[in-house]
């Protein structure tokens, strides 16, 4: 991939065996990054000047290249410009999907949408520095029953064999850890109530001297002082003088400010361990996280790397919003992960643009935006002039397309 953050990113060619899925991999991530409602491939060829959408949906299909090799470069991107020290953050983001034959869907909890949706669910592992964030891994989730339990659906869709059940920590650790023996220097990983609670996840990161402050349940428990106490006791204990104010860094509205206390737990363990707890100044609301690092740490430490945990929630919505991640229209496990990778290589791209900016003392005026740099390159970088011709072109390949599909449809209806 092409190293300097200001020229449009482009797969390394090393990745593909020949030129022509390469060139379509690069114009598929200059689609990603143009202003386009619905980024799947019609829409993407249409853009870039394609006379169909074949050659974009032979490169997610069919085509000879390495998603994981590419995700790769992605990663090593990502850190080489946002810098070394980072966080690495796990969450998973939903897909809502219709249908049942796309890998991995099924009626499941969605934190998309807040409720049971036909969805797909992804896992993926953040990046975060003060200089900013971008996704550099992803899994998708298989369910056990629904899918692993039932070979054929899965043959359909295109899971490779054998593929076992992974929970979504344990896909949360393989994302770190292949991170970690890549050579990505971090010294804490954070997370939300899924992965703080699993001990295995805990524990790897442990083994490999890594900290890490995820949020856990009020009733997850801990040892204080040689007594066993859910989070929510041990925060009971705390009186006035043990709250801190500090930060939790800087929000849409200014400073996210948060009452903070911490208690040692778990001293029967090597290294040193914290449970932390977060008191909303507002309303008086409490979150809780379970905190470790093989040395002492400070209060204002731990609270940094809690409040970084944002950072993910926000790459997701800049990757839905900007970059067309959810806007797939592919159903089998090869294309989801080349779309998503490729979707992620246009992300950091943008997020790399944003972090190379000079410092300005200009207070009129916010710094570029992930969304005001995409807005820019569409007009001085990504703008086409298409030919009537070429729009005709394209409003009858759709209207015959349609209707093929629509006479598919009707003669699999049964007859009345």
Request: with cysteine; proline share 5%.
């Amino acid at each position: 991939m092409d190293r300097h953050p200001q020229r449009l990113p482009r797969p390394d060619s090393a990745r593909f065996g020949r030129v022509e899925p390469r060139r379509t991999a690069a114009a598929y991530v200059h689609g990603l990054l143009d202003d386009i409602d619905r980024k799947n491939c019609w829409n993407l060829a249409e853009q870039t000047g394609a006379t169909g959408p074949q050659g974009m949906q032979r490169l997610l299909r069919q085509a000879r290249w390495d998603a994981d090799e590419v995700r790769d470069d992605v990663r090593s991107y990502v850190v080489e410009h946002l810098g070394p020290g980072g966080v690495l953050i796990v969450d998973e983001t939903g897909f809502e999907k219709k249908g049942t034959g796309s890998a991995g869907v099924q009626r499941q909890y969605s934190g998309t949408t807040g409720r049971i949706d036909n969805c797909q669910i992804g896992v993926f592992l953040a990046y975060a520095t003060g200089a900013g964030r971008a996704l550099i891994d992803r899994r998708l989730y298989l369910p056990e029953h629904s899918w692993l339990a039932d070979p054929e659906r899965c043959r359909r869709a295109g899971v490779p064999d054998p593929t076992t059940f992974a929970t979504k920590p344990a896909l949360a650790t393989a994302m770190i850890t292949a991170a970690l023996d890549a050579g990505i220097s971090t010294s804490w990983v954070s997370g939300d109530e899924v992965y703080g609670q699993d001990p295995r996840l805990r524990a790897a990161l442990e083994e490999r001297q890594v900290g890490y402050v995820p949020a856990i349940a009020a009733n997850r428990r801990a040892i204080l002082d040689g007594a066993e106490m859910t989070a929510s006791q041990i925060a009971a204990m705390a009186v006035d003088q043990h709250w801190h104010r500090y930060s939790a860094g800087a929000g849409a509205k200014g400073h996210r400010l948060y009452a903070w206390a911490w208690a040692r737990i778990d001293e029967h363990r090597p290294g040193w361990r914290w449970l932390l707890t977060r008191r909303n100044l507002t309303t008086g609301e409490l979150a809780f996280y379970r905190c470790y690092a093989p040395t002492p740490k400070p209060l204002m430490t731990l609270v940094r790397i809690a409040g970084i945990r944002w950072a993910i929630e926000e790459s997701f919505q800049a990757a839905k919003g900007q970059v067309g991640l959810d806007h797939y229209q592919v159903r089998g496990w090869t294309p989801w992960h080349r779309h998503i990778t490729l979707a992620m290589l246009a992300l950091a791209f943008l997020a790399v643009v944003a972090a190379q900016q000079p410092r300005t003392t200009d207070n009129q005026h916010i710094a570029l935006t992930v969304p005001e740099i995409r807005r820019l390159l569409t007009v001085f970088v990504l703008a086409r002039t298409r030919s009537i011709e070429q729009v005709l072109h394209w409003s009858s390949w759709r209207r015959r397309h349609q209707a093929t599909a629509r006479r598919c449809h009707y003669q699999r209806r049964p007859h009345p």
